[in-house]
Antibody
Framework: EVQLLESGGGLVRPGGSLRLSCAAS????????MGWVRQAPGKGLEWVALAKSTSTERFYADSVEGRFAISRDNSKSTLYLQMNSLGVDDTAVYYC????????????WGQGTLVTVSS | IQLTQSPSYLSASVGDTVTVTCRAS??????LAWYQQKPGKAPKLLIY???TLESGVPSRFSGSGSGTDFTLTLSSLQPEDFATYYCQHFRSLPLTFGGGTKVEIK
């Protein structure tokens, strides 16, 4: 069964940095684009970033462009999200999610990791 | 591409049939997915390509539409169906989600 396990969330001060990890198992990680989706408390879902399967192509939402960096290590089946210059609006549960070959919709999600930006 | 879901909230009884609408700001062919999310849990994929049921999802869930107008229909609501539902387009980047529809028990 596909498993995605996020880690690295926590409390960080405004302007600080945090790195999230997502360990994947039970599927061929290098075959699929992977993404991060976040959800602020009591709010809806917001796509954050996407990393294509084997290329270096990376894509970002305007709200995080230039501050966040998505990366992946296919040899370790792990996805990362480096978050810099964090602001209070970045407070959210961050989900790692696997896409489908049929398109960039998400067929498996991790349990989420909470990032709280507060002074 | 913006996605507008309606209604944002609906109240229904077990056994009812309800419909959620998702409207795209421009044509997206059938590049639309629907998710269910329960409190404190990750979203779960229900339908992709507008009308294809994800494996393991009960057949009381169905989707339709193409272009700009899409619907998710929940037939014969069960207690476990009370949740929030989101649409998402994957026609192009940036990916976007609808604002969500919360389905509550009447």
């Amino acid at each position: 069964e596909v498993q995605l396990l996020e880690s690295g969330g926590g409390l960080v001060r405004p302007g600080g940095s945090l790195r999230l990890s997502c360990a994947a198992s039970d599927f061929t990680f290098s075959d699929f684009a992977m993404g991060w989706v976040r959800q602020a408390p009591g709010k809806g879902l917001e796509w954050v970033a996407l990393a294509k399967s084997t290329s270096t192509e990376r894509f970002y939402a305007d709200s995080v462009e230039g501050r966040f960096a998505i990366s992946r290590d296919n040899s370790k089946s792990t996805l990362y999200l480096q978050m810099n210059s964090l602001g209070v609006d970045d407070t959210a549960v961050y989900y790692c999610a696997k896409t489908r070959i049929t398109g960039w919709h998400f067929d498996h999600w991790g349990q989420g990791t909470l990032v709280t930006v507060s002074s | 591409i913006q996605l507008t879901q309606s209604p944002s909230y609906l109240s229904a009884s077990v056994g009812d049939t309800v419909t959620v609408t998702c409207r795209a700001s421009q044509g997206i062919s059938t590049s639309l997915a629907w998710y269910q999310q329960k409190p404190g849990k990750a979203p779960k994929l229900l339908i992709y390509r507008a009308s294809t049921l994800e494996s393991g999802v009960p057949s009381r869930f169905s989707g339709s539409g193409s272009g700009t107008d899409f619907t998710l229909t929940l037939s014969s609501l069960q207690p476990e169906d009370f949740a929030t539902y989101y649409c998402q387009h994957f026609r192009s980047l940036p990916l976007t989600f609808g604002g969500g529809t919360k389905v509550e028990i009447k």
